[in-house]
């Protein structure tokens, strides 16, 4: 029997469910842990988080571990969510998950389970890590529907070191069979999706909650009024639904392609092809990265693949780091970048690390290095 302690962060899913299993299976001394982020009822009065915890509790009690819940609400206010609002007010389209993770799971929830005498903690991520020429490195998923390397891409060697992934090396399908086999009362659950404080909800109800409404034009690119919108804060780049244009023009579907937060105007234009969706270069800041650097000096020029949302193939970019900034140049033009997503970037299965876009152009951005 190992005998090392390992806190697995349990969610209620059948993902952490089976981590949970299979290290208590291997003989570690296993403890469950829920992490209460959210406290408020979904659009039919339940109270999701009280569901899940109940699984959680059903769970463990099947695997034959401890449980707590701890409450991280606090921390989660401050710390992501206030984010994701300043963000939307900026007019940009933040990406809350990546910060839960650095924050939340891999710093608050890391600390916890190191005051329970944890050696380690566990997810039920997606992704692998392991050690190259002494050095953790986070790697995708085996399963490449499920990857969740994305939304890591903020940690850096110091969590990895501390981090244990059990479902990395596997599929969904795998993970669900073990879950059944094992009599889990999780293993057909549902995943969760979108943001996880917003989970099945309406957004744009849920946000204007929280940000006032300011209306204003929609004008296609030459200035013409063609509707209203209801807040730019409630719009993204590429969008095509919601938008309340009745035909006009050349009779193809209206897609945002510009957020004017100076004249509070939704510039639109008609076509999935439009020109004005679609850019080669972009310039990201807070860039991180896993080892801590960067994989070229400063000034130097690199290459790569790039995600600039989670479920996009694999695009090859050349790279030039300066500061905390990231400037890139796609091999093809990119549709729909959009201000405060992250983009990661990969060299075969490993992630190397990501920053947040700012800008976006067909033009070099500014602060794009001479050669």
Known sequence: MNGERIVVGMSGGVDS?????????QGYDVIGVFMKN???????????????????QAVCEIIGIPYYAVNFQREYQERVFAHFLAEYR??????????????????????????????????????????RQGHPVLLRGADANKDQSYFLYMLGEAQL???????????????????????????????????????????????????PLRAGEMQTEDGRAVGQHIGLAYYTLGQRK??????????????VVE???????????????S????TRYALASEATWIAGRPPAPE???????????????DQPVTARVVGDRLCLLSDDPQRAVTPGQSVVLYRDDVCLGGAVVDETGHAPPRGWPDD
């Open 275 to 278: 020109p004005r969706l679609f």
């Open 242 to 255: 919601g938008l309340g244009i009745g035909g006009g023009g050349d009779g193809r579907g209206w897609y």
């Open 259 to 273: 957020k004017d937060l100076v004249r509070n105007v939704l510039v639109v234009a008609q076509g999935e092809d």
């Open 90 to 131: 900026r007019g940009r389209t933040p990406n809350p998950d990546v910060l839960c993770n650095r924050e939340i799971k891999f710093k608050a929830f890391l600390d916890f389970a190191m005051k329970l005498g944890a050696g380690r903690m566990a997810t039920g991520h997606f992704v692998r890590a392991e050690a």
């Open 161 to 211: 070191a501390r981090a244990v992934f059990p479902v990395g090396g596997m599929t969904k399908a795998q993970v669900r069979a073990i879950a059944r086999e094992a009599g889990l009362p999780v293993s057909g659950k549902k995943d969760s999706t979108g943001v996880c404080f917003i989970g099945e909800r309406n957004f744009r109800r849920f946000l204007q909650a929280y940000l």
């Open 299 to 313: 000034g130097d020029m690199f290459r790569c693949t790039a995600k600039y949302r989670y479920r996009q193939p």
């Open 38 to 56: 959210w406290d408020e009822k979904d659009e039919n009065g339940v109270c999701t988080s009280a569901e899940d915890w109940g699984d959680v």
């Open 17 to 25: 469910s089976v981590a949970a299993l299979l290290l208590k299976r």
